[in-house]
């Protein structure tokens, strides 16, 4: 069974980097068929996909995010990670890890418990 | 971008049909992944590739998807099944590939 596990900062201030990093564990993240991606949900509001990549680096980012995210792969841990750079209030979200498998055209079966990250001073 | 979109609320009794909508120009072209969110959880997947189902999940929930607008149905409704619902496509048209649904909250009274 896939487990996914997000760690980094719960507070971020204005105009600074926002870092998270994804660890997955029960399988492997070189996985020629697995493909893995950041979820957030504002607070009370729906789902927006933010970026997403597979083990080889081939990555995708959702177009109004483009220009701050990067999603990045260490194979040697077993993880990957987002960064997001000049974060606002409108950043504030509880941020998913997930995995699925062939560009998730099967759906996203695995994700992580969510962590919540406030973009504050 | 893609839109997809859902109605806010709907309640069922229990026992009774749940249909959730999920609307989009020529969605029945899409492959359509339903997920169930309880409060304070992560999604789950409840429904891949307009109506087949994962692993463990129960026969009750079932899709389908064809014109405009793909459903999702839960049959003989429990009160467990209370939750929101969101549909999801993969819009290769655009660069913005994964496309969520608006959600739906799912009542049970």
């Known amino acids: 069974q896939l487990q996914l596990q997000e760690s980094g900062p719960g507070l971020v201030k204005p105009s600074e980097t926002l870092s998270l990093t994804c660890t997955v564990s029960?399988?492997?993240?070189?996985?020629?068929?697995?493909?893995w991606g950041w979820i957030r949900q504002p607070p009370g509001k729906g789902l927006e996909w933010v970026a997403s990549?597979?083990?080889?680096?081939?990555?995708h980012y959702n177009p109004s995010l483009k220009s701050r995210v990067i999603i990045s792969v260490d194979t040697s841990k077993n993880q990957f990670s987002l960064k997001m750079s000049s974060v606002t209030a409108a950043d504030t979200a509880l941020y998913y890890c997930?995995?699925?498998?062939?560009?998730?055209?099967?759906?996203?079966?695995?994700w992580g418990q969510g962590t919540l990250v406030t973009v504050s001073s | 971008s893609y839109v997809l979109t859902q109605p806010p609320s709907v309640s069922v009794a229990p026992g009774q049909t749940a249909r959730v909508s999920c609307g989009g120009t020529d969605i029945g072209d899409h492959g359509v992944h339903w997920y169930q969110q309880k409060p304070g959880q992560a999604p789950v997947l409840v429904v891949y590739?307009?109506?087949d189902r994962p692993s463990g999940i129960p026969e009750r929930f079932s899709g389908s998807n064809s014109g405009n607008t793909a459903t999702l149905t839960i049959s003989r409704v429990e009160a467990g099944d209370e939750a929101d619902y969101y549909c999801?496509?993969?819009?290769?048209?655009?660069?913005?590939?994964?496309?969520f649904g608006t959600g739906t909250k799912v009542t049970v009274l």
């Open positions: 990549v597979y083990h080889n680096g081939n990555s």
């Open positions: 999801q496509v993969w819009d290769t048209s655009s660069d913005h590939l994964y496309v």
């Open positions: 029960g399988g492997s993240i070189t996985s020629d068929t697995s493909y």
């Open positions: 997930a995995g699925g498998k062939y560009n998730w055209n099967y759906g996203i079966d695995s």
């Open positions: 590739d307009d109506s």
